[in-house]
Structures are given as C-alpha cells and as structure tokens.
C-alpha cells in the first residue's frame, strides 16, 4: 500500500515540474498553431529507509530541473523549479504517520548545481511543503549531493496525441543523463528524513518540444 502512495505522491510531484500535452492544448485560445519548446537540466533522487523496530518506512523524493521555456515567437524565460516529497507509514499499526507534498520556483544558479556532463549535481534549497492530510505548512531544508555512476545514456520519443474537433498536439521528447548515487539531508530541523544514501538516482538533461494545432 505504501509503495502505491508513494507513487502518488512522485507523480503528484512530477505533475508540478512537467507541462503535459493535454495543459498545453488547453492554454492554446486564440490561435491555431502554438510551438513551444523548454530544455534544461534535472536530478530526480528516491530515498528509502525504516526505524530501528522495523516498522516505520520513510520514503522521500527530491526533483528538480531548470527549464528554459520559449513559445515562439516570444522570448524565452528559465526558471529554477525544486520539489520535494516525504511519506512516513507505520506498518506494524497500519498507520500512515507524514504525508508532505512542496515546491519552490525560485531556485537560484547556487541552490541548484549540474556539471556540464552530469558527473554531479547539487540542491541545497528550503522547500515550504503542506502536510496532505492536515493542512499543516512547514519547511524542510534539502541538502543533497548526486555523484554519476554510470555513462551517459540517450533517449528519445515522438508522439501525436489528438483531443477532438481537430485539436492534436505533436510532441517531440529528447532526453540524456546517468544514473546517480544521492547522499544528504532533507531535514524540518527536528528530523532527517534521508538518513541513508541511495542508488536510485539520475542526472540529465531534457529536451522538449511541442506543437500545438488546431485546439480551440
């Protein structure tokens, strides 16, 4: 159950950093053919650990990217966008313990570091965060460092996606990077919730292009 959770949570996340087709077919009025284009670099880092009873499983994720975002033919504009993610459950009582989902846009060249070939990446960022189900607000404090551990692999896909009445949106997607070992803090001062490093990891770079037609 957790796990499933925790994938929530990672796409909720995600959902936050990555403009899909179907936001940008509806943000296209007024014209018919919208092109944007957005690259920049990004770490992802999913960190697992458990108490000493066995019982308390603290999953935690921390993403973050710099898109340079440009809708033609107007001028582009790139942001520094960090997010993070914390799920705390119990499972000797069946009881999920922290739910907290944040984001900050306003990372700067220091909070957020990527080598030119992706051998290492850095945040260091507070991330204001809302307990999901309280509605409680606080901040975490991240300090992670990401270390390349493998060549850098290429990846790339194109789609048409249509939504009625003519309106198609054509994306074409172009990604690189390493997998990564994530080591570092992700801390609300009391509690570090990432008290162990973790191979699940990556840094890269994406490129992302869509085409917007005919969407009213």
């Not at 994938?7 to 909720?12: D, K």
């Not at 990555?18 to 992802?44: D, F, H, W």
């Not at 846009?105 to 309280?134: G, K, M, R, Y």
Request: net charge negative; hydrophobic share 40%; proline share 3%.
């Amino acid at each position: 159950m957790n796990a499933i959770v925790k994938r929530a949570l990672t796409v909720l996340t995600l959902s936050l950093l990555v403009l899909a087709p179907a936001s940008i077919a509806s943000a296209a009025t007024g014209g018919k053919v919208t092109t944007e284009q957005q690259r920049g670099p990004l770490i992802n880092a999913s960190f697992t650990s458990f108490d000493a009873s066995g019982c308390i499983e603290t999953d935690s994720f921390v993403t973050a990217n710099r898109p340079t975002v440009h809708e033609l033919p107007g001028q582009a504009t790139t942001t520094g966008i960090g997010a993070v993610n914390v799920f705390e459950y119990d499972s000797c009582t069946d009881t999920t313990l922290l739910q907290a989902v944040g984001q900050t846009d306003t990372l700067s060249d220091a909070e957020f570091q990527v080598s030119n070939q992706f051998d290492t990446a850095a945040l260091h960022t507070t991330i204001p965060v809302t307990n999901i189900d309280t509605g409680d607000t606080f901040d975490l404090r991240v300090d992670v460092t990401l270390v390349g551990t493998s060549v850098i692999s290429r990846d790339h896909e194109n789609t048409n996606d249509f939504y009625g009445g003519g309106c198609h949106v054509l994306n074409r997607w172009k990604g690189s990077g390493r997998t990564a070992t994530a080591s570092g803090a992700v801390s609300d001062g009391v509690t570090n919730f990432t008290p162990s490093a973790t191979d699940s990891a990556e840094i890269g770079l994406v490129i992302d292009g869509f085409v917007v037609i005919d969407c009213p």
